[in-house]
């Protein structure tokens, strides 16, 4: 079992940053790769990043690559998403997710814990 709990999010403007923060219980956190994904209204949710278990190998989605950074502290037990030159269709619930197989990188089906989701707005 794994408990995901989040942090951050919120209301900025075009060109803003924001940090979202998903803190990890229950199985070791050093285990398992991590990733973001994000649902806007009445779309799918979609990949957005994907940390391995050591921090060493990262992947993103295009519409992020170069302005969002995944990381992880695993002395910590948390993995961030940094989110720079935000855009207003980064608007969206953003869902942190463990991947305990390490099956796969940027499917929904692939993750098998989530976090409660938390809002970021980017107003314009």
């Known amino acids: 079992q794994v408990q995901l709990v989040q942090s951050g999010g919120g209301l900025v403007q075009a060109g803003g940053s924001l940090r979202l923060s998903c803190a990890a219980s229950?199985?070791?956190?050093?285990?398992?790769?991590m990733g973001w994904f994000r649902q806007a209204p009445g779309k799918e949710r979609e990949f957005v990043a994907a940390?391995?278990?050591?921090?060493?190998?990262?992947h993103y989605a295009d519409s992020v690559k170069g302005r969002f950074t995944i990381s992880r502290d695993n002395a910590k037990n948390t993995v961030y998403l940094q989110m720079n030159s935000l855009k207003p269709e980064d608007t969206a619930v953003y869902y942190c997710?463990?991947?305990?197989?390490?099956?796969?990188?940027?499917?929904?089906?692939?993750?098998?814990?989530w976090g409660q989701g938390t809002q970021v707005t980017v107003s314009s």
């Open positions: 997710a463990a991947n305990l197989r390490g099956v796969g990188v940027s499917r929904t089906y692939e993750y098998d814990y």
């Open positions: 229950g199985r070791t956190f050093s285990s398992y790769s």
């Open positions: 940390i391995s278990w050591s921090g060493g190998s990262t």
